[in-house]
């Protein structure tokens, strides 16, 4: 992704197996979303935004339950969008990864329910493989959210 293009906003980074806030003024970023799942929640009224890249979504329920919950505890459902990329299968591998890859896209799609994040409010986009890779980001002001796919 071309980063010059907010300067001067600031750029939030999220590595693997973390969440990160942010607030208006600033883009949140994580990439290398392969099988790996990255989730924005956007709070238009709040000007905010949480974003989480998931490593392993099933085995990690509980942090993002917290992440998830803290976040819309400050914003209720409302004025939120959320945003899921990634989780990338890859078609010819064999040994339960891909029934992992499914638990962990409904894992995700559980805790959202669960918070009492109705469906039509989740854009999902899952990948079909993850020959390539998506970087995501969300300028935390306007709610534009970008989407690129790299290899």
């Known amino acids: 992704m071309d980063r010059d293009r907010y300067l001067p906003k600031p750029l939030v980074w999220v590595d693997m197996f973390q969440f990160k806030t942010a607030e208006a003024g600033t883009v949140i970023h994580t990439d290398a979303l392969g099988p ?85 409010k989740i854009d999902v986009e899952w990948m079909d493989d993850y020959s390539y890779c998506a970087d995501i980001e969300i300028d935390v002001e306007t709610g534009d959210f970008k989407c690129e796919y790299t290899n």
């Not at 505890?73 to 499914?102: C, F, H, N, P, W």
């Open 36 to 120: 790996c799942i990255g989730l924005v929640i956007w709070d238009e009224q709040r000007k905010t935004a949480l974003l989480g890249h998931l490593a392993d979504a099933e085995r990690d329920k509980e942090n993002i339950q917290k992440a998830v919950g803290d976040f819309i505890g400050l914003s209720g459902t409302d004025a939120i969008k959320v945003y899921l990329r990634g989780g990338g299968i890859q078609g010819d591998i064999s040994g339960g990864y891909v029934e992992e890859i499914e638990k962990d896209r409904k894992a995700v799609l559980n805790i959202l329910s669960g918070a009492g994040i109705e469906q039509d």
